[in-house]
């Protein structure tokens, strides 16, 4: 091997003024040395992003060449300079024509990939008969390089490509005998078939199936990729079919490119929808796993899109993995974007007999220094309590260690999660309440302030001190997030329907603040609601704000039902490391139909990741008390207050507006809206859903 | 499929790029540095995002940034994949992959990117094959270069008319050791990485045929395990030159090799083992003043093997000063640049156990804000002649049509792999005597 780093001219110079004259005026020199010197010069200056497009005509002169490396040089310029000088780019195709018909193989492929990279109409014209020869050639390198020309033509110019019939030839090069050439054919082939209109360019029969399972064992990685690619996107005719398939399929598990495992994988997923058979499903669930551990050792990158992929492979068949939830244990070195990785695919795979070994790494990785990865671990500890009831108990005990170690993040994410785990397990835990309670002073984020005071609400008859910690508040009220605002509020009144006899002076100045001082409509009239409620129907307002809330569960890693199919359709593909349908982020139809609609979908499963919570209100319709003051936020300004009788979901807002006007309230509140259109959640901001549940 | 590549260095700059397919602004990229940044502040940046409907892939490799664009939802894995093919085939090529070999070999380079992709697909990666066709020297040689027949046989790695004088293969067996230990001493995880690497130096198209003591393979066979242990593989990867469906048919391990250095396969165990070299620490911190260590080893495999160049790393806080080690064998010294101190044994025999004392000083003043970090302590070791799985190389045929005789030699090493024990908390109760 040579030492490449050995003195050699510096291409790197200085500019000097009139560079490109000097280079000119050797690139025109009789000394073939000198003339090459100065194509590396005009090809350094154009790595280093300087405009020598002026020198076109002149590195032009230089394309017939016995030197391969300068031929390369100046082919290289060409491509990079040809859409500057469209007029002359004509003068170089007889030189590539001329090449086509070379007699070293190398050339002939050279020129016409080159020829299919240079993007210029007038090129196109003389291409095609090149790419007709070429596509016949004897020699395989020249067949599999022109093969992917089609695919340039073709993005190109379609017509062109159809009518030549090079599509057709690309269909017939298929059954070509050289493996490299049946996969670069079939990646042309599945390009072209993408960007056509009909999509029945590559359509797999049953001997094109054969040909293809063939090659398979025999061309390089990534041509087996192609294949196995392809292959993903054919539907087998029946369970039986598809197992011949999968059996084929499987060895690639033991390639040692990860993209090949991978794509092996897909097809395996997607085959296994048509298999019937109970045993081939258990067997290939088998086989599956330990390829898909094994990717784990592959580069950081490269696991994070097998980690994304893995997520998703679980969501669909949970028994893959079950018993390896060790493998994803964090390493203290691993980047922190598979660190968080890991977390979600290790809640995914808590069950009652490992938990206790993946509560003792939560607890572990809460007293590492990256602070999002700590929050996301202790968020982790939380989602394995509300997922695995006889775990619960050990988990608060978890989380009570993390809240005496005062690490201020700690506590604050310890405290959100203790919220979820009261609102899964009600009246189980509230000898811990004290302790939480001590804390309330270092909480500074909103959302960790508005659980604590969610919880205090919530337990007020059984904290003796309730009043005085949210009297606290009242103070400091205007300056409080709104999320917390409304939390104040709500626990408030529940503190004053427990403890009427003590709190009424405290909730009547809360609700005098919230209404007069604050400018948040949504503040505001929630307080105006509860101080209607309570001053005419005492009762009435128990049952509305102390009712019983729908059990919570960890629902909100999951992708929907028709996502998910989709995703695995995609697997080892961006959008599998997304978790987006392909049309959320590529530029074209985005703001489609479909793509817009699968976007809300999207976007709602995204917010219901953040919280178990969030997910159940979704679902929920039947909590009413939540969806009436959701609605408080948009529509009661533009509403028309005139139909204040009915009672579906808009109209309800009305009611409510009456009631400032002193109209019989025990009416509209007895009879609530039994409908209520689900877009409001969609439109309304996580703050609104969170907070209206509690 | 990728619509363009490029090589940046760490602030960003463009130092290389290769346009496959025209349909991205190249001026993209000027957004990838901002982005990235953007993302670090915000949360954790991923190998891969999207903006603007273009899709930025990237990896780092030393001081660069390999970075691939495109705008459609390509084969991820694919892509970054191929990102590492070209700093393994690049770091072939120039020895060290960083900006000044970009600058000296961007002709190379070029011509590089030029055959190992094409129109954003990935076409030959194989270095050895692109170095018969693609080398500094070439355009000096008066013969013509022409693409090798491997570019597109179906044995895509090897060229035929392959001469040695003597035909002879070499077969190293090694295995990493991954462990996992927490603070309390429990073992959570440990596995076995191994790989079979060869060299081979044989002449014309031999076919080899190699055989382990593979539990599911004898299994297969009926074959009676008796002589020996088998080992059960939970996973293994091949070489492309291994005929797959073989394996998966009757577990046979057949190929024909690549010319030279390659690795054959790699094989993954998840047996519990005990740790090889076992470490204990004990930590006393007194914020303010001082920090001891007591560090135990203990190597717990066979007596007659040995660990070589065995190398303990244990972590100590970034601030300490005034080092001050006791050890019953080897030599202790502080890194403090890597923030711990490092314990070299050139022979660690199995069964023995040796004791390390540390003593640092702590400034008075500590800096609250600054987290504590807690990284785990480290091990390397190698061990020859040794592997933990037991895993034996039965036989290794090799049959050219020439029916010239072969010699295979097999050497075993087992080595540390990811071999991480996490530290204790300090305690401070003061019960280690002064050094």
Known sequence: MNDFRVTKPKFFATTKKGENYELRADLNSEYRDRRKDAIKKVIANMTVGKDVSGLFPDVLKNMQTEDLEQKKLVYLYLMNYAKTQPELVILAVNTFVKDTDDINPLIRALAIRTMGCIRVEKIIDYLCEPLRKCLKDDNPYVRKTAAICVAKLYDLNPELATENGFVAVLQEMVSDSNPMVVANAVTALAEINEASITKDIFVINTSTLTKLLVALNECTEWGRIAILTALADYRPSDSKEAEHIVERVIPQFQHVNGSVVLSAIKVVMIYMRTIKTDEMLSQLVRKMAPPLVTLLASAPEVQYVALRNINLILQKRSDILQNEIRVFFCKYNDPPYVKLEKLEIMIKLANDRNVDQLLSELKEYASEVDVDFVRKSVRAIGQCAVKIDEAAERCINVLLDLINTKVNYVVQEAIIVIKDIFRKYPNNYEGIIPTLCQNLEVLDEPEAKASLIWIIGEYAERIENADELLATFLDTFRDENSQVQLQLVTATVKLFLKKPQTTQNIVWRLLQIATSE??????????????????????????????????????????????????????????????????????????????????????????????????????????????????????????????????????NVDDLLDLFGGSNINNDLSTPPQSSSSNNHQNNGLTNDLVSLF | MASAIFVLDLKGKVLISRNYRGDIPMSAVEKFMPLVLEAEEEQVPTPCFTHEGVNYLYIRHNNLYLLALTKKNSNATTILLFLHKLTEVFTEYFKELEEESIRDNFVIIYELLDEMMDFGYPQTTETKILQEYITQESHKLEIQVRPPMAVTNAVSWRSEGIKYRKNEVFLDVIESVNLLVNANGNVLRSEILGVIKMKCYLSGMPELRLGLNDKVMFESTGRPTSRGKAIEMEDVKFHQCVRLSRFENDRTISFIPPDGEFELMSYRLNTQVKPLIWVEALVESYTGSRIEYMIKAKAQFKRRSTANNVEIHVPVPDDADSPKFRSSIGLVQYAPEKSCLIWRIKQFQGGKEFLMRAHFGLPSVKNVDDPDKKPPIGVKFEIPYFTTSGIQVRYLKIVEKSGYQALPWVRYITQNGDYQLRLPESIKNNKMTPI
């Open chain 1, 518 to 651: 604050c400018d948040n409509p949504d503040i505001r009239d929630r307080a105006y609601v509860y101080w209607r409620l309570l001053s005419t129907d005492p009762q009435a307002a128990k049952a509305v704000v102390l009712s019983g809330r729908p059990v919570i569960s960890v629902q909100g890693n999951t992708l929907s039902g028709p996502l998910l199919e989709e995703l695995i359709n995609n697997i080892s593909t961006l959008a599998s490391v997304y978790h987006k349908p392909p049309e959320t982020f590529l530029g074209r139809g985005r703001f489609g139909a479909d793509a817009v609609q699968r976007r809300a979908i999207e976007e709602q499963e995204e917010a219901s990741r953040e919280s178990p919570i969030q997910a159940q209100v979704k679902t929920n319709i039947e909590n009413l008390l939540d969806l009436d003051f959701n609605d408080n936020s948009t529509p009661t300004s533009n509403t028309p207050p005139s139909s204040s009788k009915s009672t579906d979901a808009t109209a």
